[in-house]
């Protein structure tokens, strides 16, 4: 299943920072990097729920957000890519 992430980590402080870069390692782990803040995962549900369960123990919940935008397992015909960045086969093997 495909799920869109974006996020919004308060880098106000050192911690902060610190936050911000373990919640972009976390989707680096399981997804494509599409925007700066924001995630292409494809995963099966179960470790869809271990990722989001990981990623609400990281951040703060007064000073940050996360969003999920589940586009299910037909999402091919949900998404649509213009602009200058090449797009990618989410099905494909990612070297990380």
Do not use: P
């Not at 495909?2 to 373990?22: A, F, N, Q």
């Not at 957000?65 to 099905?91: C, P």
């Amino acid at each position: 299943m495909m799920v869109l992430i974006s996020y919004d980590v308060s880098t106000k402080d050192k911690t902060g920072k610190t936050r911000l870069r373990k919640v972009a390692r976390e989707c680096q782990n399981h997804g494509q990097r599409v925007q700066n803040s924001v995630f292409e995962v494809n995963l099966d549900y179960s470790s869809f729920l271990k990722l989001k369960d990981r990623l609400l123990k990281i951040i703060d919940d007064s000073q940050d957000s996360l969003r999920f935008y589940y586009l299910g397992n037909n999402w091919h015909r949900k998404v649509e890519h213009i602009g200058a960045k090449e797009t990618y086969d989410s099905e494909g093997v990612i070297i990380i």
